[in-house]
């Protein structure tokens, strides 16, 4: 039988997500709630294994519902990445009697945990947080929403300057190793062209795109490029077409990190709650080692192994309309 949880401890981790604060404050009122203790620790794994853990309580989540990053800070950790940093953290959190850890992040963050829960008998849920959308077992993580309406309203911007001097954009958005960013921001934002490292149009396809375009009078075109596009980043793919197609004048726009921050949008919000909420009840319930997400509406539990190797795929059905679209 799982032993009874009665301290619980939450923490941020990887890139910070808008929507991260949403969550910490479901999982400290749910918690409290079900009358447990919960830790906030600080700076993620770093701070698991310097043993920075600060008791929550509800009026401590007053106010945050509405603010980008992550009152609990965060961090991308070495140590560990090591068996005796992870000996440490364990440590630590014996040294707090915490029976069970929900952890906010990516697939970065749920390794670690996957890791660390073999390793030493202490049960962790994995809340999906990271502008990325790109892990397994959720249809959206916490701040993807974010992120896109901030690069499409960026883009937006951008649209009425190149309108006004026939200019040809290249704009980098984020996603190392997805095109959900890339492909939504496109299609929300009306772009002649996305290139995301899931499709694999190269340049010469991407030039003959903008040659079409340019002979049914298109006097601009804005090209969205996601950060992990196998042709390189903007700067590059933008050079790479000048050199060949020189009908408009070319320029560079890497949104950057501004998609991380700012406040979070309703979706996001409701879904940081929503996920909370319910990776609180999964520690109460005995659960383990899953990341809990919402796939159709629906509540779902994934053992962090398989949110971690398998990948969710970007929607075909959506690049195909996106190319059409753009016509
Ligand atoms: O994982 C989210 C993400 O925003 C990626 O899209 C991006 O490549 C990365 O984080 C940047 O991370 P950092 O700000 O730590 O360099």
Do not use: W
Not at 148 to 174: C, G, P, Q, W, Y
Not at 223 to 244: D, F, L, M, R, Y
Not at 286 to 304: A, H, L
């Amino acid at each position: 039988m799982s032993k009874v949880i009665k301290r619980i401890a939450v923490f941020t981790s990887g890139g910070d997500a808008p929507g991260m604060n949403a969550a910490v404050r479901a999982v400290v009122r749910t918690a409290t709630y079900h009358d447990l203790h919960v830790y906030g620790i600080y700076r993620g794994y770093e701070g698991m294994i310097e043993g920075d853990l600060r008791r929550l309580e509800p009026r401590n989540v007053g106010n945050i519902i509405h603010r980008g990053g992550t009152i609990l800070k965060t961090a991308r950790s070495q140590r560990f990445r090591e068996a005796a940093g992870r000996k440490q953290a364990f440590e630590s959190l014996q040294a707090f009697d915490i029976d069970g850890c929900i952890a906010i992040g990516g697939d970065g963050t749920f390794t670690g945990a996957s890791v660390f829960s073999k390793e030493h008998d202490i049960p962790f849920i994995g809340v999906p947080g990271t502008i990325d959308n790109d892990l397994y077992g959720t249809d959206y993580t916490i701040g993807f929403d974010t992120a896109i309406n901030t690069a499409v309203e960026a883009v937006d911007k951008i649209r009425d300057t190149a309108d006004s001097h026939n200019r040809l954009f290249f704009v980098e958005v984020m996603g190392r190793n997805s095109g959900y960013i890339a492909l939504h921001t496109g299609i929300g934002s009306g772009a002649g062209c996305v290139l995301i490292p899931e499709n694999d149009m190269g340049i010469d396809q991407l030039i003959d795109i903008l040659k079409k375009g340019a002979k049914r009078k298109k006097l601009f075109s804005v090209v969205i490029v996601a950060e992990g596009s196998p042709h390189g980043g903007a700067g590059e793919i933008a050079a790479k077409v000048q050199e060949q197609f020189d009908f408009y004048d070319t320029k560079v726009t890497i949104i950057g990190h501004l998609q991380r921050g700012g406040s979070p949008t309703c979706l996001d919000r409701v879904l940081a709650s929503r996920l909370g909420y319910h990776a609180v009840e999964a520690l109460i319930a005995g659960r383990s080692s899953e990341m809990v997400g919402i796939i159709n509406d629906k509540v779902t539990y994934t053992p962090f192994e398989e949110a971690i190797a398998k990948s969710k795929p970007v929607n075909d059905d959506l690049v195909k309309m996106a190319e059409i679209l753009a016509i």
